[in-house]
């Protein structure tokens, strides 16, 4: 495909430069703020060169082209646009500038799982690396394979286990970031809420932390490692403390005194309000869970796998890395993941279903590559690309999901990370064999169903 050129074609169907409000990408999609959607000429865009599928979602309107292309369309789409920036921090206000564009679009529901999704998905890469060497050495520790106790598997255990430990900084610098505050006075808060002093409960069962008397009131000596809700909620204290204090604090004092009781006043709220709040929170959360996954079992599975897919159409999925996160810390292992997964596997049988069935050639050269994508873990070219744009593949699609969820969760399949689905998930999955069974489950199940329902063809 000529990359220039179908960005050029593209412009006049969004309804040209003026309808576009921002625009940037991510790893498969443009990801377009539009003054009126009306105005886009949406079948025609659909049928340009190399488009996998165009919806809206979450106050954009997003045009799939997949990995790797979408990069070279936009170094092209985006000078047309007014979207291309040359310097860095250009380029860090035009993203700042386009999230805050499509938020004003969103329900309040739907802002607040893009708030979520924008914290947790520049983490996952830490937490994905973590969860893969957890996995290697979870099979190590099975087969004997090295001796725990070796100078190589000790290392591999601090490598697996410091993402985890650390994770307060690495969500109190993300989420300041998304909430308006100081990025480092972020990463400070979750180095309070992990600080030595405090016990550190990541890997321990029964320690008892200490309690320091504060004028009376007693704090428990208890770290923060691993959890997620403490350090979101005090980290959105500390933006607005910090917005507020900058608001009535000199200019000739602001760079001292701001960020000095921006610490002080968010340390004492951390340790004696929101954190121990948060923790609270979090355990209920997890608990809940847990009741309803060991109440429910395999239904539990049946719906959430069938239902997956169509959360996916909302944007929300992205918020589940916070609960996932709870999980990993509560429970010790992520058990709605392999859920998700089938529901991703099941996307990409009933995509290759139709790529085996349909005579349509652009259908054809859409569905083989979305169904490969679906089956690493990306599903938005197959759902968008072909099987909601079907309709009865997507249902083909979550009964296959429905299936296999069910499966995972009567065996109890469980990851040690987050982000990793489809056949990456091997990696990171406690029980490997039963996910692989659980996977063969979803893709037959979704490809019979998709040929059982039909759907109907196009005439090209």
Same mark, same amino acid.
């Given at each position: 495909?000529?990359?220039?050129?179908?960005?050029?074609?593209?412009?006049?169907?969004?309804?040209?430069?003026?309808?576009?409000?921002?625009?940037?990408?991510?790893?498969?999609?443009?990801?377009?703020?539009?003054?009126?959607?009306?105005?886009?000429?949406?079948?025609?865009?659909?049928?340009?060169?190399?488009?996998k599928g165009a919806f809206s979602s979450s106050g954009q309107y997003q045009v799939?082209?997949?990995?790797?292309?979408?990069?070279?369309?936009?170094?092209?789409?985006?000078?047309?646009?007014?979207?291309?920036?040359?310097?860095?921090?250009?380029?860090?206000?035009?993203?700042?500038?386009?999230?805050?564009?499509?938020k004003s679009k969103m329900n309040p529901f739907a802002r607040f799982a893009r708030?979520? =999704?924008? $914290?947790?998905? /520049? +983490?996952?890469?830490?937490?994905? @690396? %973590?969860?893969?060497?957890? &996995?290697?050495?979870? *099979?190590?520790?099975?087969?004997?394979?090295?001796?725990?106790?070796?100078?190589?598997?000790?290392?591999?255990?601090?490598?697996?286990?410091? =993402?985890? $430990?650390?994770? /307060? +900084?690495?969500?109190?610098?993300? @989420? %300041?970031?998304?909430?308006? &505050?100081?990025?480092? *006075?972020?990463?400070?808060?979750?180095?309070?809420?992990?600080?030595?002093?405090?016990?550190?409960?990541?890997?321990?069962?029964?320690?008892?932390?200490?309690?320091?008397?504060?004028?009376?009131?007693?704090?428990?000596?208890?770290?923060?490692?691993?959890?997620?809700?403490?350090?979101?909620?005090?980290?959105?204290?500390?933006?607005?403390?910090?917005?507020?204090?900058?608001?009535?604090?000199?200019?000739?004092?602001?760079?001292?005194?701001?960020?000095?009781?921006?610490?002080?006043?968010?340390?004492?709220?951390?340790?004696?309000?929101?954190?121990?709040?948060?923790?609270?929170?979090?355990?209920?959360?997890?608990?809940?869970?847990?009741?309803?996954?060991?109440?429910?079992?395999?239904?539990?599975?049946?719906?959430?796998?069938?239902?997956?897919?169509?959360?996916?159409?909302?944007?929300?999925?992205?918020?589940?890395?916070?609960?996932?996160?709870?999980?990993?810390?509560?429970?010790?292992?992520?058990?709605?993941?392999?859920?998700?997964?089938?529901?991703?596997?099941?996307?990409?049988?009933?995509?290759?279903?139709?790529?085996?069935?349909?005579?349509?050639?652009?259908?054809?050269?859409?569905?083989?590559?979305?169904?490969?994508?679906?089956?690493?873990?990306?599903?938005?070219?197959?759902?968008?690309?072909?099987?909601?744009?079907?309709?009865?593949?997507?249902?083909?699609?979550?009964?296959?999901?429905?299936?296999?969820?069910?499966?995972?969760?009567?065996?109890?399949?469980?990851?040690?990370?987050?982000?990793?689905?489809?056949?990456?998930?091997?990696?990171?999955?406690?029980?490997?064999?039963?996910?692989?069974?659980?996977?063969?489950?979803?893709?037959?199940?979704?490809?019979?169903?998709?040929?059982?329902?039909?759907?109907?063809?196009?005439?090209?």
């Amino acid at each position: 495909m000529n990359h220039k050129e179908v960005a050029e074609q593209l412009v006049p169907l969004l309804g040209g430069k003026e309808n576009i409000v921002s625009a940037t990408h991510c790893a498969t999609r443009l990801r377009l703020v539009m003054d009126d959607e009306s105005k886009i000429d949406k079948s025609a865009v659909e049928e340009l060169d190399g488009v996998k599928g165009a919806f809206s979602s979450s106050g954009q309107y997003q045009v799939i082209f997949g990995t790797g292309t979408v990069n070279k369309v936009f170094a092209h789409f985006g000078p047309l646009v007014g979207a291309s920036m040359g310097e860095e921090e250009e380029k860090k206000d035009a993203s700042v500038s386009h999230k805050d564009a499509a938020k004003s679009k969103m329900n309040p529901f739907a802002r607040f799982a893009r708030t979520l =999704s924008n $914290i947790f998905v /520049p +983490i996952i890469p830490a937490i994905v @690396a %973590a969860g893969m060497l957890m &996995g290697l050495l979870g *099979l190590m520790r099975t087969y004997e394979w090295m001796d725990p106790a070796s100078g190589l598997f000790v290392m591999l255990d601090m490598f697996s286990s410091a =993402s985890f $430990i650390i994770l /307060p +900084i690495l969500i109190g610098f993300s @989420a %300041a970031r998304e909430f308006g &505050g100081n990025t480092y *006075l972020g990463a400070v808060i979750g180095g309070i809420m992990t600080h030595p002093a405090l016990l550190n409960p990541w890997g321990l069962s029964d320690a008892q932390p200490e309690t320091l008397d504060f004028f009376g009131f007693g704090v428990e000596m208890l770290g923060y490692q691993g959890t997620v809700i403490p350090v979101l909620l005090t980290v959105y204290v500390m933006s607005w403390l910090e917005k507020n204090f900058r608001k009535i604090v000199p200019n000739a004092v602001d760079l001292l005194l701001t960020p000095f009781l921006t610490v002080i006043f968010t340390g004492f709220v951390a340790l004696l309000v929101v954190g121990p709040l948060g923790r609270a929170l979090g355990n209920g959360l997890t608990t809940a869970l847990d009741v309803v996954y060991e109440t429910a079992g395999p239904i539990a599975g049946l719906i959430f796998g069938g239902l997956y897919s169509t959360i996916v159409l909302t944007g929300v999925h992205h918020s589940f890395h916070a609960i996932e996160a709870e999980l990993l810390n509560n429970v010790g292992g992520n058990y709605l993941l392999p859920i998700w997964a089938m529901a991703n596997i099941a996307q990409g049988g009933a995509t290759l279903a139709v790529f085996f069935k349909t005579r349509n050639k652009k259908t054809k050269e859409i569905a083989l590559p979305a169904a490969i994508s679906a089956f690493l873990g990306i599903t938005e070219p197959a759902i968008f690309g072909v099987n909601l744009k079907h309709r009865r593949p997507f249902i083909g699609a979550a009964i296959g999901g429905a299936l296999g969820g069910a499966y995972v969760v009567f065996t109890k399949v469980m990851a040690n990370g987050i982000g990793l689905t489809g056949i990456p998930m091997f990696a990171i999955a406690q029980d490997p064999i039963n996910y692989g069974i659980g996977c063969l489950i979803a893709l037959g199940g979704a490809v019979i169903a998709t040929l059982l329902l039909g759907w109907k063809e196009e005439a090209k």
